[in-house]
């Protein structure tokens, strides 16, 4: 008599390892992240300087009168600090032109520093958005325009490559010129203007670096 075959027994189901660290609970992880990040004061300075737009700001006409102070913006490239010019032999608190009414080079003193940014040339700009005319002193000497300066310096490169900011500043009205000539270029011609404002910044931040 034939020997019964033995069954064959079943095989064994694989195991399911699950993961340790399930989705849901890396979104959670996540998330916990994200708002520790948000809540971190100095990584909302680094957003709202580097990242966000910056607020807009009006020029208020009003404010333009003498020793008063108002914020607005200014529109540069890194190559006016060294191609916009005045000329006019009126001094403003120390403040002058690059060159004198006969269009000759300001002297410099005999103690003045070998480069100080122009902290006391007075030079033309154009507000933004509003295209107006103002003259400022020492504008390339504050901290922020300065570093701006020594990041992107223009020897060199054509002006239409290098990379247009505004400057938001606070300012102080010291003077206003009857007449004044204009030069927006180093090679450009002089342009009358007449009842042109003079500022001194007190405090100027770059926005769009």
């Known amino acids: 008599m034939a020997e019964a075959k033995k069954p064959i027994p079943p095989r064994p189901q694989a195991v399911e390892v699950k993961p340790i660290l399930a989705g849901r609970l890396w979104i959670a992880i996540g998330l916990l992240l994200g708002l520790g990040l948000i809540a971190n004061p100095a990584f909302n300075e680094w957003v709202m300087r580097n990242l966000a737009p910056p607020e807009e700001v009006r020029t208020d006409f009003t404010k333009w009168r003498l020793n008063n102070e108002t914020e607005l913006r200014i529109t540069l490239i890194t190559a006016d600090e060294g191609r916009l010019a005045c000329a006019q032999s009126q001094v403003f608190d120390g403040m002058h032109c690059q060159f004198n009414g006969d269009k000759a080079p ?4 005999d103690n003045a520093p070998v480069d100080d940014n122009n902290a006391d040339v007075i030079q033309p700009y154009r507000t933004s958005p509003d295209n107006a005319l103002l003259l400022v002193a ?3 000497a504050q901290p922020d325009v300065a570093m701006r300066l020594h990041r992107e310096p223009p020897a060199g490169i054509q002006t239409k ?3 247009r900011f505004d400057v938001t500043c606070r300012v102080k009205f010291i003077g206003r010129f009857d007449d004044v000539q204009l030069r927006w270029d180093t090679t450009g011609p002089w342009q ?3 009842n042109a404002w003079v ?3 007190v405090s100027c931040t770059v926005n769009n670096s």
């Open 138 to 140: 020492g504008l390339w």
């Open 199 to 201: 500022a001194r910044p």
């Open 192 to 194: 009358p203007e007449r």
């Open 106 to 109: 300001w002297p410099k003193a």
């Open 161 to 163: 490559r290098l990379g």
